[in-house]
């Protein structure tokens, strides 16, 4: 049960803003787990989750491990200028020498409309799986970028 518990824990936390231990509770009770505010206090602090600003300052559960590893796409997220599609392709230009992290930072997100991606020195090209998919990945692509240099 404690072992089931904890996966629960961490995919919630993964998947979605959890910024209270009150929160958690209730996602558990939703998933027919029922459990003490002690309890999942223990679990938060053997699982070594921390709070981590996350978009708009709200401060939510993260695993450690993911926060490096979110701070890294991010930064290089940061480095987008512009998005465009064109047909079922999707043209992403970088600030110069940042497209290959950028690259890498978009494969990490796993955008399941893209089939590949390619990065030159300033130019990103994505194919998409088609025309509505490239729209959808720009307008995904735009809110990041608009998100990060707010």
Request: glycine share 6%.
């Amino acid at each position: 049960m404690k072992q089931r518990r904890r996966e629960l824990i961490l995919q919630a936390v993964r998947t979605q803003p959890i910024s209270t231990q009150e929160q958690l509770l209730a996602h558990l009770r939703t998933l027919g787990i029922e459990a003490t505010q002690a309890t999942v206090s223990r679990d938060i602090r053997d699982l070594g989750l921390r709070k981590a600003a996350q978009r708009g300052g709200l401060a939510c559960y993260t695993v450690p491990a993911e926060d490096a590893q979110t701070a890294r796409r991010a930064a290089a997220l940061g480095f987008i200028r512009t998005a465009e599609a064109v047909g079922n392709m999707l043209c992403v230009r970088c600030i110069a020498g940042n497209a290959q992290s950028v690259c890498t930072a978009l494969d990490d997100i796993a955008l399941q409309d893209v089939a590949g991606t390619l990065a030159g020195e300033d130019t990103i090209f994505m194919l998409c799986r088609n025309e509505i998919a490239a729209r959808r990945v720009q307008e995904e692509i735009s809110r990041y970028a608009a998100n990060l240099n707010d």
